[in-house]
């Protein structure tokens, strides 16, 4: 059975840190590209950054503050999350393509998501 658990979210001030994380299970894992997205209330889910292989992506929201990357050994990808604004406010999810090129659409897998809230 695929599982993706993401964990780590929570609630922070404006300009601090959180760091999430994706376990993942059921499937061998760098044959995956993994994506983080966020959907903030009334919000449509967004892209957030994505790891494949070596290459990493970020929206342009994100650049420069949130880092994501994986630990093959624990089928595990990180999202470092620094310099947090309240409009970081959402539920992150992350979620597994079928192949390994990162792309925000055609997602096969997805966690159920953890909340993070960034008070101002």
């Given amino acids: 059975e695929v599982q993706l658990v993401e964990s780590g979210g929570g609630l922070v001030q404006a300009g601090g840190s959180l760091r999430l994380s994706c ?54 990808v990180y999202l470092q999350m620094n310099s947090l604004k309240p409009e970081d406010t959402a539920v992150y999810y992350c979620a597994a393509r079928g192949n390994r090129v990162c792309r925000y659409y055609g997602m096969e897998y997805w966690g159920k998501g953890t909340p993070v809230t960034v008070s101002s």
């Fill in 23 to 76: 376990a993942a299970s059921g499937f061998t894992f760098g044959d995956r590209a993994i994506a983080w997205f966020r959907q903030a209330p009334g919000k449509e889910r967004e892209g957030v950054s994505c790891i494949e292989s070596s290459s990493t992506y970020y929206a342009d929201s994100v650049k420069g503050r949130f880092a994501i990357s994986s630990d093959n050994a624990k089928n595990t």
